[in-house]
């Protein structure tokens, strides 16, 4: 007995010397490690091929009583190693084999190969014996290798003997290692990562897993019970942020979406950085219509995404198994997904243009070109939703710039777009109806997925906006120029029914049709009512007659349109003309609301503008008249 025994201190001493060593540059690296990824990886590699290179002495001799423990516990800190580097079937196949090696000790019974089935069996062999505790750490690790894997069904099934098992493991065996630990160390041999720590680890991220699951499922009152359950558990402050943040979401399924803002507050307060809480109230409050606080919450979402990435806390013992290698379901990673932070910019400028805070959207609109350029120079692409093309950008800037007053760098934007642009314009488009071909003998186009057509209509929209510049400046040569250039170009664009000839698009068409076709009537209408609002100015009272019934054509629901025809009708003696108009502009209700459309497609609130309450004065006025 005396060699045994010397290969089992050699052997003790030799697994003893990797985890102290693993746990001196884990703890003494600290932020080291932290800092550099690719050195923690190179040390996980080395202990990884230490541990397994001392089992498989270990396992180079027939199975001996007094080494199981050690076998258990070196085979424990390999499998814990194989994990971490994502290897899950090897460390499977290498916690089945070692396991089987020891169960047939302690009572004779098969071993099946199916991992579930395996568990129980080995369970039951190894009884309450001394074997137990390391058995039952090695069965930790199949649940962290299901937990990995979204083996959540297996969990499931498996769910009564985990609990069972563990309770028996919380009440004794952790003291019992504890005391045993306080023994000559270089007697025991010591576990790569603390076993209670791992338990604790798994016990809340199979909550949270399971939890994302049902919500994912429409079961949001059963994901919620088992949540609530888990955000007692002991566990780091990361994961209790997470078990209240997905009850946010539970609640918010449910309806109740004042519940589910105090459970995002409280995920926030658990974790300042569960940057996904503040993205979850934003939504919430949108979908109340409380239009200020969803301001107030994507500035901050904002804010917190542009600081300096914050690491995972580090759980002491736990650096080998974070919580992002548990916790990896589909399920879970929608439901904590934000958008980039330039994307949250774009919608904090876009909201903010839409609500009256001109000035803070234009701002953020500037914020974001400036770190688009910023990103191109340096070859980066911002992660997340993309964001519109920078054309599209350039021209919702545009538009922020002459709402807040400012239309010479409005016009300076739209150059951009349009010296971009406009060389690489088709000479003819086509909208096809869906289902259509392209004629590409003709040289036609179609509207989905070709970037001239956009190009065309990004062009003409620039044109619209300098319009809308010169008119606010007064200058009613250049504003008339600028419209024109507008329509001369949308009309170049014709519209393809199935089984017809191309046709110029009509207002009937929008409301069945895409978003080119829609964007398309808007321009028109809104440049043909921009230049004849331009000839009133000049007292071309005919030629604004003509291009602004042409522009209510197009777009009936253009309110500036409307009222200016009937002033137009006024100044040329046909007032009954003129009432009919203004009241049927009043009593139009648009097909589309204000927030729905591109800033830059809205009528212009700068320009000469008409008084509805003079118009009326005039109607009252003109009523007795029409009476006698």
């Not at 058995?135 to 990995?148: D, R």
């Not at 005919?542 to 602004?548: G, H």
């Amino acid at each position: 007995m005396h060699q045994p025994l010397c290969l089992l201190d050699s052997w003790s001493q030799e697994n003893n010397e990797v985890v102290n060593k693993w746990k001196q540059l884990e703890g003494g690296g600290g932020d080291a490690l932290t800092r550099d990824q690719n050195q923690n990886h190179s040390r996980l590699i080395w202990c990884s091929s230490e541990f397994h290179k001392l089992l498989r002495k270990i396992q180079g001799i027939p199975p001996i009583a007094d080494h199981t423990q050690l076998e258990l516990t070196v085979a424990y800190n390999a499998c814990v190693c194989s994990i971490a580097q994502s290897q899950f079937s090897e460390a499977e196949l290498l916690l089945m084999r070692a396991t089987e090696r020891v169960v047939p000790m302690t009572e004779d019974g098969p071993a099946a190969s199916d991992p579930p089935v395996f568990w129980r069996t080995a369970l039951k062999s190894v009884g309450n014996t001394a074997l137990t505790p390391r058995v039952l750490y090695l069965l930790c690790l199949q649940w962290a290798i299901w937990l990995a894997t979204c083996q959540l069904k297996t969990i499931q099934g498996f769910q009564d003997e985990l609990l069972s098992v563990f309770e028996t493991l919380s009440t004794g065996v952790w003291e019992e290692e504890r005391s045993a630990s306080r023994r000559k160390s270089s007697d025991i041999p010591l576990l790569v990562m603390d076993q209670r720590r791992l338990f604790e680890l798994l016990q809340i991220c199979t909550f949270i897993a399971q939890g994302a699951e049902r919500l994912s499922e429409g079961q949001s009152s059963e994901a919620l019970s088992g949540l609530q359950t888990a955000s007692s558990l002991p566990a780091p402050r990361t994961l209790i942020a997470y078990t209240h943040l997905l009850s946010g979401s539970c609640l918010a399924h449910m309806s109740r979406p004042q519940m589910a803002l105090q459970c995002y507050r409280t995920a926030l307060e658990t974790d300042s950085r569960c940057v996904c809480a503040l993205y979850q109230s934003m939504l919430i409050y949108r979908q109340l219509g409380n239009t200020q606080a969803e301001i107030q919450a994507l500035r901050l979402l904002h804010s917190t995404l542009m600081l300096p990435s914050a690491t995972e806390p580090a759980l002491a013992g736990a650096h080998l198994l974070p919580p992002s290698l548990l916790l990896r379901s589909q399920s879970l990673s929608s439901l904590l997904s934000v958008p980039s932070a330039l994307s949250v910019l774009h919608s904090l400028a876009l909201k903010c243009v839409l609500h009256e805070r001109v000035s803070e959207g234009v701002e953020c609109y500037l914020d974001l070109l400036a770190a688009l350029h910023s990103e191109d120079q340096h070859g980066v692409l911002a992660e997340g939703p993309p964001l519109p093309k920078l054309p599209e950008l350039y021209l919702q800037a545009g538009a922020a710039l002459l709402m807040a007053r400012r239309p010479a760098d409005c016009m300076a934007l739209c150059d951009e777009v349009i010296t971009t642009s406009l060389e690489l314009l088709p000479g003819k488009v086509v909208l096809e109806e869906p289902g259509e071909k392209c004629e590409a003998e003709t040289g036609a186009l179609c509207a989905e997925g070709d970037d001239r057509v956009g190009m065309l209509l990004w062009v003409g929209a620039a044109y619209l906006l300098q319009g809308h510049c010169h008119s606010h400046l007064r200058d009613w040569k250049q504003a008339v120029t600028h419209y024109t250039r507008c329509f001369n170009l949308l009309v170049k664009v014709h519209y393809k029914k199935r089984g017809c000839q191309p046709q110029i698009p009509s207002a009937d068409m929008v409301g069945m049709q895409g978003t080119d076709l829609c964007t398309l009537q808007r321009l028109k209408g809104l440049s043909l009512a921009g230049r004849g609002i331009s000839f009133t100015q000049t007292d071309q009272l005919r030629e604004a007659l003509r291009d602004l019934q042409l522009s209510m054509q197009a777009l009936p629901e253009c309110t500036g349109a409307g009222l200016w025809c009937g002033e137009v009708l006024w100044r040329l003696g046909r007032r009954q003309e003129a009432v009919a108009c203004w009241e049927k502009t009043w009593s139009f209700t648009p097909q589309s609301s204000v927030q729905s459309l591109s800033v830059y497609l809205q009528e212009p609130q700068s320009g000469p503008l008409v008084d509805s309450t003079e118009l009326r004065r005039r109607i009252q006025e003109l009523r007795p008249t029409l009476s006698a």
